[in-house]
């Protein structure tokens, strides 16, 4: 009985660690063949990555669902790229070791699940109420290259927009705009093909595969510059959503300008988990201008005509399909973002981010301070502070503002890359 308890007990070890198998077979080539044949067959090995830890303490906040307490998040992350004859390739694994002090079931935030994976790559190493490890296979591609264009296979990055702070172009997986870390995008199962004109300009197809079929998006993109203005525009079904985006970005006296809308036929609308308006567009116009105090500005509106104008009805937002699938992050319709920064040194830099929802009146502020230790490792600490009505006594449940409902959090991020 007990040889039989400890081979369930491997069997279910080997099954979790699946995925450092896939990522082995992968590697086991250049191990197996002769070293000839290696330097034949493959060329431009690269490797590079990084180390990262985030540590937060947070306020409790009702309407975001996050308890209080202290947790940490730690990733580790190994890419490595290379060409297999005339035909690139891109594996990247990345390992995540959380501890908290609440129940990490309440720290939904904090883990990412993607409908824009057909395949799941993930593998929990170990679990439990307060503490997990899991390592995701986040790039997995072969890349072949032509004369005028390119066409990847398998799980890769893509971005469309060209916005700095919340760009409606970037529709597939985009960042959060409070997010701390944008150096690295989330991979996404897909097939993309791109062709090359002109100066810049470019048209692309891509096909990404979704964790189910209602999740597949099927899209067109174009960018192309005209007189010193780069013109952008995407159409297709994302995830059974006809729509259709525009976008431009150009310079003014020095000023930087951006422009982008996307309009949206809503699906499920009004069911369980679907959207809630039958159609509705989010767009935004973003300026830069960098002042000769050395002050950089950026500030942006945008119109999220995927949320409401009425708190009460926030918490439909936060449960909507648009929402659920990182589509929009805002619970609310109008809001002026500001990005202001200001290095007092080439290696210490001074950031602010805030976002101020017009009509409820309530802001969400974010001082970070940018400190660069060495070539390759940075330190940054902040602050989220927010303002608002609080929800009422007697309902507890129902927010009176966005912001105002979310409690404040701030911590250290420690950042090393190889």
């Not at 096909?207 to 005209?226: A, K, P, Q, R, T």
């Not at 525009?233 to 020095?254: K, N, W």
């Amino acid at each position: 009985m007990a040889d039989l308890i400890r081979r369930s007990r491997l069997f279910t070890i080997i099954k979790e660690i699946r995925i450092l198998w896939i990522f082995i077979i992968l590697l086991s080539p250049s191990f197996l063949s002769t070293k000839a044949f290696c330097e034949d067959l493959l060329s431009n090995i690269e490797i590079s990555g990084y180390a990262k830890s985030l540590n937060t303490v947070m306020q409790p906040s009702p309407l975001a669902g996050l308890p209080s307490g202290f947790i940490t998040s730690n990733q580790q992350r190994i890419d490595l790229t290379g060409e297999v004859r005339d035909i690139d390739f891109e594996v990247s694994a990345e390992n995540n070791l959380i501890f908290s002090e609440a129940a990490l079931s309440e720290f939904d935030p904090f883990t990412h699940n993607s409908v824009n994976r057909i395949i799941n790559l993930e593998s929990t190493i170990f679990t439990d109420k307060y503490s997990e490890d899991k390592l995701d296979i986040d790039r997995l591609l072969i890349r072949k290259n032509f004369d005028y264009g390119e066409l990847t296979v398998g799980r890769q990055a893509i971005g469309y927009g060209r916005m700095s702070m919340v760009s409606p172009l970037d529709v597939i997986e985009p960042f959060s705009p409070d997010a701390l870390d944008t150096d690295t995008r989330s991979g996404v199962d897909a097939v993309r093909a791109t062709h090359y004109f002109d100066l810049g300009g470019q048209l692309g197809g891509s096909i990404v595969l979704g964790d189910e079929e209602e999740n597949n998006s099927y899209l067109l993109n174009f960018s192309h510059n005209v007189n010193g203005i780069d013109i952008l525009g995407i159409c297709g079904s994302l995830r059974e959503r006809p729509m259709l985006g525009a976008g431009f970005a150009t310079d003014i006296g020095g000023m930087g300008l951006k422009a982008e809308a996307v309009f949206y036929i809503g699906k499920d609308v009004n069911q369980e988990g679907g959207d809630i308006h039958s159609s509705f567009a989010i767009g935004g116009i973003e300026a830069w201008y960098r002042f000769e105090n050395g002050i950089n500005f950026i500030v942006e509106y945008l119109y999220n005509g995927a949320g409401e104008n009425d708190p009460a009805k926030y918490l439909e937002v936060k449960s909507s399909a648009a929402n659920n699938e990182g589509l929009n992050a805002f619970y609310g319709q109008h809001y002026l973002l500001f990005g202001p920064s200001y290095a007092f040194t080439p290696l210490v830099e001074l950031k602010i981010l805030s976002f101020w929802n017009i009509l409820d009146g309530s802001v969400f502020a974010r001082p970070l301070l940018d400190i660069s230790v060495t070539d390759n490792t940075d330190v940054q600490l902040f602050w989220a502070m927010t303002t608002g009505a609080e929800p009422s006594p007697a309902t507890p449940n129902i927010p009176r503002s966005e912001f105002g409902s979310i409690g404040d959090y701030g911590g250290v991020y420690l950042k090393y890359y190889f």
